[in-house]
């Protein structure tokens, strides 16, 4: 059995800006996962003036994070 892949990425929001990670897995898979931040979000949605940065650590079997930005203009990925 292979050693469970660690990783930490560290995203951050401006004002208005939101994100979501999904994690890319095989069926039946498990990740496990922690967040933190230096301000309030919960959802990972900034709804205050300043810039907020969300830290996330991730471990388990998967291929990789896949990270999706979005603002009230639109969508990236």
Known sequence: MAAAKRDQMTLTLKPGQGAEVK???KQ????????????????????TKSDVTITLE????????????????????
């Open 58 to 77: 991730t471990e388990g079997d998967y291929q990789g994070p896949k990270r999706v930005m979005w603002s009230a203009c639109g969508v990236e990925t």
């Open 28 to 47: 039946g898979a498990k990740v496990t996962f922690v967040w933190t931040t230096n301000g309030r979000p919960v959802f990972w949605r900034n709804r």
């Open 23 to 25: 994690m890319v897995t």
